[in-house]
């Protein structure tokens, strides 16, 4: 009874703020029937958690709704070090939602979201249907598995979502003999995480060389060459993985035989392996090609590169992996970063205030040996005149060199991104 | 020539900064909202050899940024990165830090080097930090309640040469061994 009388309350304090924004002028369609205005955020991870907490942040008197399909989340960024035996388990990756939820009023509902009506302003999930003002999809990547015949990630896993499996890779990695090979099969570009699969081929061959002699893993890049920190990670293979580390470009892997544990290249070349990681070609979250938010490529999103918003569904903003951010990296710090430019310019569109310029940054980590990393990074912003994200000249660099200083500043950048995330 | 002082120039930049302001974008929050990703929320760093900056002296910031933009101090990423915003730019994330509820974080200090480290810092460092770290002058940062670790690397830099000291500062830490170096990060760190 308590609870109805001040939820309805919180409804009457949420009908004046909006009466008050009428006023001010705000163009844009802020009024849902419900009364308060809402935003929905699907997805939980690196964009999603920190669009929820910003809005909250700035404009405390939007609702604010969750859906993530799991009741947890775990970092794909620094899930190679658990293969490479840094990390014992991947609980420092793992975060829980209900801080976040209460620190700052987020409804966080774990549901699996199952359509999307952008002209009816509602999502529709395996909990019922959620209207929204403005919504922030966030779902990260899927794989495009019809490209590579006789896929099975459960014989050979991708361990590109972190969880089980990274851990199934973990465990085959552990099951091999000494003297095996590991296939490592890297897709063409744009992937998630740029410099990720140079980073577990060095965790891998870290794992090889401290506890199974002999081994080798093999590396089959679909790319010309290595995608990201090119000149680093060369240099730390020869110190530290010479004769474990067999990196062969331009190799697409096209097929897998799982009986055989062989992968094909386009037809001519069978390359087989003890244990065989492919990390197959992506394409936007399922839930950006069910809502039309996919552009003519077939893969990613396009998006306004100043508010996120899809270019294709109106009030629809999407952030991350899946969209198409220009020069952004698809990394946790470039969600993390889009997820704050879109949360700040909603906020701007739903009190009728002019939006803001974009500015975002780029930092990303990656571990060569148990104590030594390297960076990349960029500020970013927007061409006007070519209406999308460029770097600022001079702010996209690497390391100059492997630093043991840098390993030391990466763990602490993980445990600042996920407690931002996570309370 | 007459040298400015950093107050001087933080000074001139503001000015600078208001008369742009009605072209300026991005807003502050947006530039600021960007460091958090490595900084923590507001500023407010959960790792701890990242600094907090909630709470910093806008002045010290505004330095720091163009030392690492020039190069003048020894950096990772932030050599990379400070040469993404212009000087107004790093006028407003200042502000916005300085305005900040400073964070006092939890790093467990030794206590008999948190005792020896208020010995030297009296004898050392007191003049520039003030109240014990709580206060600055000048171009001097808050090293109060500071994450150990990050302190640690900074005096370590100090120690070693990497990072370059005023003269003013090597004059007043020139007999410092590593050990006074070490004891004097655990007081500051411990510091409220």
């Keep these: ?423 | 020539m007459k040298r400015i002082k950093w107050s001087e120039w933080a000074l001139a930049v503001c000015a600078l900064a208001v008369s742009a302001g009605a072209h300026a974008a991005p807003s502050t929050e947006m530039l600021a909202n960007a460091c958090a990703g490595c900084h923590g929320t507001k500023g407010a760093s959960a790792g701890p050899s990242m600094p907090s900056l909630a709470g910093q002296s806008k002045v010290f910031f505004i330095d720091a940024m163009k030392k690492f933009k020039s190069g003048e101090r020894n950096a990772t990423v932030m050599g990379r990165l400070a040469k993404g915003y212009s000087d107004e730019q790093v006028v407003a994330m200042a502000d916005f830090f300085a305005k900040q509820k400073p964070q006092n974080q939890s790093a467990a200090v030794d206590p008999a080097l948190v005792a020896s480290g208020k010995a030297i810092s009296d004898s050392a460092c007191k003049r520039c930090h003030l109240e014990n770290g709580k206060e600055f002058e000048e171009d001097t940062p808050i090293v109060a309640g500071q994450w150990l670790k990050y302190l640690q690397i900074q005096m370590d830099e100090f120690s070693s040469g990497k990072r370059k000291m005023s003269e003013k500062k090597v004059e007043k830490v020139k007999s410092l061994s590593r050990a006074d170096w070490e004891a004097v990060a655990h007081f500051y760190a411990s510091q409220k």
């Design chain 1, 1 to 423: 009874m308590t609870m109805e009388r001040r939820n309805f309350l919180k409804l009457l304090g949420a009908g004046a703020a909006t009466a008050t924004v009428g006023l001010a002028g705000c163009a844009t369609q802020s009024v849902s029937a419900g009364g308060g205005r809402k935003v929905v955020v699907i997805g939980g991870g690196y964009g999603g958690t920190i669009a929820a907490k910003y809005i909250r942040m700035m404009d405390p008197s939007i609702e604010v709704t969750l859906i993530e399909r799991n009741d947890h989340y775990v970092s794909c960024p620094f899930s190679n070090l658990y293969l490479g035996g840094i990390l014992p388990d991947m609980s420092s990756l793992t975060i829980k939602y209900d801080k976040l939820a209460s620190n700052y009023g987020i409804k966080v509902v774990q549901a699996e979201v199952t359509g999307i009506d952008a002209a009816g302003h509602s999502v529709t999930t395996s909990k019922g249907v959620f209207k929204y003002d403005r919504l922030v999809a966030s779902p990260g990547i899927e794989f495009r598995t019809d490209e590579i015949n006789g896929y099975d990630p459960e014989i050979m896993p991708h361990a590109w979502k972190a969880g089980p499996q990274t851990m199934l890779l973990r465990k085959q990695l552990e099951a091999m003999k000494p003297g095996g090979t590991v296939v490592l099969s890297i897709p063409l570009a744009p992937f998630r995480c740029p410099p990720g699969p140079y980073e577990r081929t060095s965790m891998i061959a870290m794992y090889l060389k401290q506890n199974k002699p002999g081994s080798k893993i093999i590396v089959l890049d679909a790319n010309p060459d290595i995608v990201s920190k090119k000149g680093l990670f060369l240099k730390g293979w020869k110190k530290h993985y010479e004769g474990i580390v067999d990196y062969r470009p331009a190799k697409k892997v096209t097929e897998v035989d799982a009986k055989k544990m062989s992968v094909m290249i386009e037809g001519i070349e069978e390359i087989k392996g003890d244990v065989i990681n492919v990390i197959p070609p992506q394409k936007a979250g399922h839930i950006a090609h069910v809502a039309g938010l996919v552009g003519p490529d077939k893969k990613w999103c396009p998006v306004n590169p100043t508010t996120f918003e899809s270019t294709l569904q109106k009030d629809i903003h999407v952030i991350g992996d899946s969209s198409i951010a220009g020069a952004m990296p698809k990394s946790g710090y470039s969600a993390n970063s889009e997820a704050k430019v879109c949360a700040a310019n909603i906020v701007a569109l739903m009190n009728g205030r002019d939006i803001s310029d974009m500015s975002a940054v780029n930092t990303c980590y990656s571990f060569l040996s148990a104590n030594e990393a390297v960076s990349v990074t960029g500020v970013y912003q927007v061409n006007k005149e070519k209406n999308a994200i460029e770097a600022v000249a001079g702010s996209v660099g690497v390391s100059p060199d492997l630093s043991e200083l840098e390993a030391v500043y990466a763990q602490s950048w993980i445990k600042n991104i996920l407690t931002e995330m996570s309370s």
